[in-house]
C-alpha cells in the first residue's frame, strides 16, 4: 500500500464514502470497535459497524505523518468527531497503527502519537 493509497483511504473515509473504504480492507480486515474496547472482523463487519457509527457521528482524519514499519504503516492522524448535529465531541491527534496485506489494511490499532 503507497502512501498515495493511504491518503486515499482516509479522504474516502473523511468523505463517508464507506465503500471505497471497506474495498481498501482486507477481506479478514481485523477493526477496532471503541465504544464496546472489542474488535470488528471482516468487511462485512467492519461495513456494518461504519455505517451503525456514521448514524450517530461524523469523523474527519487527515493523515499528518506517515511512517513506513515494513509490515504496513504508523499514521500520525488530526481526528475530529463531530457528533450528527454537528456539534464537536472531540478533536484529537492518534497513532493509527496499520498492518497490510497484499496492498489493503488487515488490521488498524488506534493508540496515541509518539511525543
Sequence with gaps: MSPDDL???Y?????GDLTALVDRLHPQV?????WSGGRVLGRAGVAEHLAQQARDVRFTV?????????RGWAVTVHQVVRD????LLSDTTV???LTVDDDLVR???VGEPPP
Design 84 to 87: 450528527a448535529d454537528g456539534d
Design 11 to 15: 479522504a474516502d473515509w473523511s468523505a
Design 95 to 97: 497513532l493509527h497503527t
Design 7 to 9: 491518503t486515499a483511504l
Design 30 to 34: 481485523d477493526w477496532p470497535e471503541p
Design 62 to 70: 487527515v493523515p499528518r505523518q506517515l511512517v513506513d514499519t515494513g
Design 107 to 109: 488490521r488498524l490499532d
